[in-house]
């Protein structure tokens, strides 16, 4: 059962587009992160969000965690094809010692000059 | 620059071949994981350490598969007998368990003819 479902699998824009990437749960989750991962590298963490309706941005990146905590947005602001790479969200279930990262299957994203 | 290091980047095997990956978290990093990367499944959590003990290996076969945590610098990841669907890309990641921040590896690949 995958708790993270994100959309578009794919996307394919050009320079200076702007773009949403959805990941979404059923699961409620103590925090959320987005990694971005490029070819031939591990996921390199770019934000987490921990409180319901928080939005946070990094630079062109507007990141937003929903109400319930169970869903987040990705929003990027005039494409630039260094954007491009694999995007990951990760939720995050903690409880006494443990601490598990869940992630969903992640959005390609291309962007062509 | 502080980084999780893996070996071996790239492993071609036959079939029954014992394997045996190797990961060296950050240092004073309480917290490592396992996780495996296919297209079809995305990353999966095989397995996770807390100050060297295994707190979660659901994720992991257990009639081939085993991780261990010899001391605060090494651990590893071994199949045995390997089987060509265990081809993916493994990565090794550590953290702080209090803290929201993991930090991945770039992976060791491997291909299982």
């Known amino acids: 059962t995958q708790l993270l479902e994100q959309s578009p699998q794919f996307l394919s824009i050009q320079e200076g587009e702007n773009l949403t990437v959805y990941c979404n749960s059923s699961s409620v989750f103590s925090s959320l992160q987005w990694y971005r991962q490029e070819p031939g590298e591990g996921p390199v963490l770019l934000v987490t969000?921990?409180?319901?309706?928080e939005v946070k941005k990094l630079k062109r990146l507007t990141f937003q965690f929903g109400d319930a905590r169970k869903d987040s947005s990705l929003h990027i602001t005039a494409a630039q094809p260094g954007d491009t790479g694999l995007y990951l969200c990760a939720g995050a279930q903690s409880g006494g010692s443990n601490y598990k990262l869940t992630f969903g299957k992640g959005t390609l994203l291309t962007v062509n000059p | 620059d502080a980084r999780v290091t893996q070996t071996p980047r790239h492993k071609v095997t036959e079939m029954g071949q014992e394997v045996t990956m190797r990961c060296q978290p950050i240092?004073?990093?309480?917290?490592v994981f396992w996780y495996r990367q296919t297209m079809m499944q995305g990353l999966e959590l095989l397995a996770y350490?807390?100050?060297?003990?295994?707190?979660?290996d659901s994720g992991m076969p257990k009639d081939r598969f085993s991780a261990e945590m010899p001391d605060a610098t090494l651990a590893t990841l071994k199949i045995q007998p390997s089987e060509p669907r265990d081809s993916a890309v493994y990565f090794c990641?550590?953290?702080?368990?209090?803290?929201?921040?993991?930090?991945f590896g770039e992976g060791s690949w491997l291909t299982v003819v």
């Open positions: 990641a550590s953290g702080w368990l209090s803290g929201n921040t993991i930090y």
């Open positions: 240092l004073g990093h309480n917290t």
């Open positions: 350490f807390r100050n060297r003990a295994p707190l979660d």
């Open positions: 969000v921990v409180t319901g309706g």
